[in-house]
């Protein structure tokens, strides 16, 4: 299982880099679980990875958590990847059908690919959907079948500590990853992950595991550890 690991500045990613996470996530947690960060961050983070990263080690970005603003996304994917980064990350936040959540990612998928199409779009939904009015992950398959993104992702939208295992069952979340699979796509899963809920995520079984607040010593405001991001990644080995 891939893990990727969300610093918020240069100091905490050299902790994801020594630690030795398969992708540096650059984010912003101030600005939302998705929170963007600027790009002159993301261009230094990506040189690091270049400079001291292991081989195959990949930069992600997070662009926001999006209501429908197509125009804006698409802008702001550009910004990412024009900025290094071969992962970009929406967030459907206050996304609430399948059609705007369609017309977003066509223009997202569209602004990435025709600057680089190696770069990879990742599209998240919310584990927390209903408490935040949010379209449900499981409205995947009209949305994969539609548009050409290549991950898709599970998190939570409010971050106060609650974990995706607790407003998805991990029935639902296998259906999540088999229909993306079925799709062609990489599945992801975070959302306040913890340490204890390994067993659970080895067995919904996405492609990557996304974490912050884990190796952070369970506070995500507090700084990435390198001995736990090395711990985790040590769990799937």
């Known amino acids: 299982m891939i893990v990727l690991v969300s610093p918020k500045d240069v100091e905490e990613a050299k902790a994801v880099i020594r630690g030795n996470a398969d992708i540096v996530d650059v984010k912003n947690p101030k600005e939302g679980s998705l929170g963007a960060n600027f790009p002159w961050v993301i261009r230094s983070i990506k040189e690091l990875v270049e400079q001291e990263?292991?081989?195959?080690?990949?930069?992600?970005?997070?662009?926001?958590?999006?209501?429908?603003?197509?125009?804006?996304?698409?802008?702001a994917a550009l910004g990412a990847a024009t900025a290094g980064a071969e992962y970009i990350k929406v967030g459907l936040l206050k996304i609430k059908t399948k059609e705007e959540a369609i017309d977003l990612l066509s223009g997202i998928v569209k602004a990435v690919k025709d600057f680089d199409p190696t770069k990879k779009v990742v599209s998240a939904f919310y584990s927390d959907y209903k408490r935040i009015n949010s379209i449900s992950p499981l409205e995947i398959s009209a949305i994969g079948e539609a548009v050409d993104i290549d991950v898709a992702m599970v998190d939570t939208g409010i971050k106060d500590g609650k974990t995706t295992l607790e407003f998805m069952t991990e029935e639902e979340l296998k259906t999540f990853v088999s229909e993306s699979k079925a799709l062609g796509l990489m599945t992801a899963l975070a959302g306040a992950l913890k340490f204890e809920d390994i067993p659970a995520i080895k067995r919904i079984n996405p492609d990557i595991i996304g974490v912050r607040g884990m190796v952070c010593g369970g506070n995500r405001e507090d700084g990435v550890k390198e001995e736990l991001v090395r711990d985790l990644r040590a769990q799937f080995a």
């Not at 990263?53 to 802008?75: E, Q, R, V």
């Open 53 to 75: 990263g292991g081989d195959g080690m990949k930069l992600s970005a997070a662009i926001g958590d999006f209501d429908y603003k197509p125009g804006t996304g698409s802008l």
